[in-house]
């Protein structure tokens, strides 16, 4: 049995489709879970609740934790620390691998531009501070051999069917399929590496899956050499049959659509990721499996002929 805490969102839906591969008994757990493939058990309640996260990794070989709390710091500072504790203390009772599925938050911005699994956990924000807490936690479980667990990381991510938790989704490709203007913070001119949901999914079903990928820190394949914003957008706007029209969000206009836009005003911290190159290295990986990234030309057409067919353009 492997099981899935926080199965409903992008990565967890596309991990379900993946883990198959690995095992026949799958289980799903969220506030409200569907199955993905016939055979998915389904585990519904909050994931906050000791009783329920016991139940979860109950039988389990391995637990992938792709939950995401809602975008919010106070929300974040109450709940990772104690989810991640928990998650921890069932794993170590119930003898389970734990795989953590993490982002860049934790990273110094001196960090950039080139991002390793060794760059420096110095976080500047609020967010990153949560982040650099919990993941210490988990290093702290698996250096001290209380479980078997390791941290999977990805950069900011793009795919097909992604609904609200994509910035490039909903910030480029959508307002360009409906001929609208793309919006990109701060620099079209710098780098900024995304990573391939699918892709993302079967690196972590592939590490939950490989014996001696356990204590220690991965970085999810990503393809090299990322376009610029300005870039990404000519590129998505090529693809689509569309007219590439684009404006540089600054930082100011990000701070006044935060009076009226919560998500926006939570996002203000961030903003130092996009005015510099964001190179996401994940050669480690690469060099283990050999196994490369999803090109991004390959990526945003397949996006495009899966979500907007009737746009995709021969070229």
């Excluded at 620390?81 to 911005?109: E, T, W």
């Excluded at 820190?217 to 957008?233: M, R, Y």
């Excluded at 939570?266 to 690469?286: A, G, H, P, T």
Aim: hydrophobic share 40%.
């Amino acid at each position: 049995m492997q099981a899935i805490l926080g199965s409903g969102g992008s990565i967890g839906k596309s991990l379900a489709r993946i883990l198959p591969q690995y095992t026949d008994d799958i289980r799903l757990v969220s506030r409200k879970p569907k199955k993905v493939n016939k055979s998915d058990i389904l585990l519904a309640g909050d994931l906050m609740d000791p009783s329920l996260m016991d139940k979860a990794l109950r039988d389990c070989k391995v637990a992938y934790i792709a939950i995401g709390f809602p975008y919010k710091t106070k929300i974040w500072q109450k709940t990772w620390p104690i989810f991640i504790k928990q998650a921890i203390a069932s794993c170590q009772k119930h003898d389970v691998k734990l795989v953590f599925f993490d982002n860049v938050y934790m990273y110094a911005p001196t960090a950039m531009p080139h991002i390793t699994e060794k760059s420096p956990v110095n976080p500047s924000s609020k967010k990153g501070r949560v982040r650099a807490s919990i993941a210490q936690q988990v290093v702290n479980a698996y250096s001290s051999d209380d479980i078997q667990a390791m941290i999977v990381r990805s950069a900011d991510f793009y795919g097909p069917s992604i609904q609200h938790n994509s910035l490039l989704t909903e910030t480029v490709i959508k307002p360009l399929s409906r001929g609208k203007t793309a919006n990109w913070l701060m620099n079209l001119h710098c780098k900024h590496s995304f990573t391939y949901v699918p892709d993302a999914a079967r690196a972590t079903a592939l590490l939950g899956n490989t014996p001696d990928a356990y204590q220690q820190i991965w970085h999810l394949p990503t393809a090299k050499n990322p376009p610029t914003g300005q870039e990404w957008i000519n590129t998505i706007a090529t693809v689509m049959g569309k007219k590439p029209k684009y404006r540089a969000i600054k930082k100011w206009m990000v701070q006044l659509a935060g009076v009226f836009s919560p998500i926006m005003s939570e996002s203000i911290e961030m903003l130092y990721q996009y005015d510099r190159d964001y190179i996401f290295d994940s050669s480690k990986f690469e060099k283990k499996f050999g196994i490369q990234a999803t090109p991004y030309l390959k990526g945003i057409k397949e996006i495009v002929a899966k979500d907007y067919p009737s746009l995709l353009q021969q070229y």
